[in-house]
């Protein structure tokens, strides 16, 4: 029985490789199509705002749809649970995958880092952000990494819109956390790389100095 199975697939095998060599005959005789033609788009794209408030006014409030659609708050009066169970809650969470996922390519048309004058907390000796200068060349020196990040928080709204599809709210959870790592590592790389576990730690001990009270009793300033 399992003798007959395995001679059956292998003339099936042998069939695949039969069309397999035509097909790679077939192709390597002919000259290389040329490419399909790229389909013209319907307008030029003309940026309204810099990436800094797209980012204030629409990709960030709208990212709020997902990331408050699933929580647990506890306290001391008990636990409060949120979760969608409305037409209305899944609509809004549909609303909030849906404009990430096309919005975020906004992105890609090129548009001033933040407005005229604003430099960001790019200058003094603590500084953690990259000024808008900063940001447009490290873009311009990589446009790759700049549109693979453009693409993964598009993924999560993707994800997002198959989750609203199932409506299985548990998976919010998993979603949330993936968005939240695809807003923070595009920061993390363009606005603010100064963060490091070096920035944290100093930061950390100047809290800790504050909160150690000195022999006064009177907290450290
Ligand atoms: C492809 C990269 C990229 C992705 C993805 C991205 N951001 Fe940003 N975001 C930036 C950059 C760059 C800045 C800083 C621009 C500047 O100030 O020059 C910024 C700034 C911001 C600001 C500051 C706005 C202000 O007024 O100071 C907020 C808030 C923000 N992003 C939220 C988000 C959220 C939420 C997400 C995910 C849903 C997200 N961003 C995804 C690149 C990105």
């Not at 060599?21 to 309204?48: D, I, M």
């Not at 408050?68 to 969608?84: C, H, L, M, R, Y």
Request: aromatic share 6%.
């Amino acid at each position: 029985m399992s003798g007959d199975r395995s001679s059956s697939g292998l003339v099936i095998c042998a069939g695949w490789l039969l069309l397999a060599s035509l097909t790679f005959a077939c192709s390597t005789s002919k000259a290389t199509p040329a490419p399909a033609p790229v389909p013209e788009l319907w307008g030029t794209f003309k940026p309204v705002v810099s990436v800094k408030e797209l980012m204030r006014d629409m990709l960030d409030p709208i990212a709020d749809n997902i990331f408050d659609s699933v929580s647990i708050v506890v306290t001391k009066d008990g636990t409060v649970e949120t979760a969608p169970h409305t037409e209305e809650d899944w609509e809004k969470i549909r609303i909030g995958a849906v404009t990430l996922a096309e919005g975020v390519y906004l992105l890609k048309v090129p548009r001033p880092f933040a407005p005229a004058g604003d430099l960001n907390n790019s200058t003094g000796p603590d500084a953690v952000e990259l000024s808008p200068a900063q940001i447009t060349a490290k873009v311009g020196a990589d446009p790759v990494e700049w549109n693979a990040r453009i693409e993964a928080l598009r993924n999560v709204g993707l994800e997002v819109l198959d989750i609203v599809k199932r409506k299985d709210a548990e998976e919010l959870w998993d979603a949330c956390e993936n968005l939240d790592i695809a807003c923070e590592s595009c920061h993390r790389s363009y606005w603010y790389p100064g963060e490091t576990n070096r920035f944290y730690s100093k930061l950390d001990r100047r809290l800790r100095d504050l909160q150690t009270p000195s022999p006064q009793g009177q907290p450290k300033r």
